[in-house]
């Protein structure tokens, strides 16, 4: 099975700051990533998918790319409603998976 | 609007049973593969099973298998989970989660609200 490991579990930032966040597949995937940002109490939001192609809808300073094995989620300018936690998940290889999680937290 | 709207859910005893519906609508379920997804509280996002827009090909994480039973009625617009044998690992909040149109390789672009499902004595 395909581990998803992101990094970090969370962070701490305030408004305005980049935001980066690391999604490590165990083995190879391809580009068959995706990102969801989830709010609390509410289900997932699709964010981005294919490693880099952003949603419709989904605001532009929300960028995805890869580098082999290692995937990164890239918040260009933080914003308030941008506090949730966000998870990477792998469609390539059953069993699909989902990384742990990053919660970004106000600073 | 797209939408997935998901029933259900409730308090069972470990060992019991319980079905999950997951109605759609504002588009073709026939042309769709479908997923549940579950989040334990407090916990992150796993796929629990999918299936194939036909219903053909049905896929669960090895947790589930041999317990949990994800089936279709596109005449119905509706997606299933038959949840036997249930455990307290089980507990969590179930999504419903549109896949691709007419392949697997796609993430989820559409979620339901969730369902609650707690297994408790």
């Known amino acids: 099975a395909i581990q998803l490991t992101q990094s970090p579990s969370s962070l701490s930032a305030s408004v305005g700051d980049r935001v980066t966040i690391t999604c490590r597949a165990s083995?190879?995937?391809?580009?068959?990533l995706a990102w969801y940002q989830q709010k609390a109490g509410k289900a997932p939001n699709l964010l981005i998918y294919d490693a880099s192609t952003l949603q419709s809808g989904v605001p532009s300073r929300f960028s995805g790319t890869d580098s082999g094995a290692d995937f990164t989620l890239t918040i260009s300018s933080l914003q308030p409603e941008d506090f949730a936690t966000y998870y990477c998940q792998q469609f390539h290889n059953y069993p699909l998976s989902f990384g742990g999680g990053t919660k970004v937290e106000i600073k | 609007e797209v939408q997935v709207v998901e029933s259900g859910g409730g308090l069972v005893q470990p060992g019991g049973s319980l079905r999950l519906s997951c109605a759609a609508s504002g588009f073709p379920l026939s042309g769709y593969w479908m997923s549940w997804v579950r989040q334990a509280p407090g916990k992150g996002l796993e796929w629990v099973a999918n299936i194939k827009e036909d219903g053909s090909e049905k896929y669960y994480v090895d947790s589930v298998k041999g317990r949990f039973t994800v089936s279709r009625d596109n005449t119905k617009n509706s997606l299933f989970l038959q949840m036997n044998n249930l455990r307290a690992e089980d507990t969590a909040m179930y999504y419903c989660?549109?896949?691709?149109?007419?392949?697997?390789?796609?993430?989820?672009?559409?979620w339901g609200q969730g369902t609650l499902v707690t297994v408790s004595s």
């Open positions: 989660a549109r896949g691709g149109l007419y392949t697997s390789a796609w993430p989820f672009d559409s």
């Open positions: 083995q190879g995937i391809t580009t068959a």
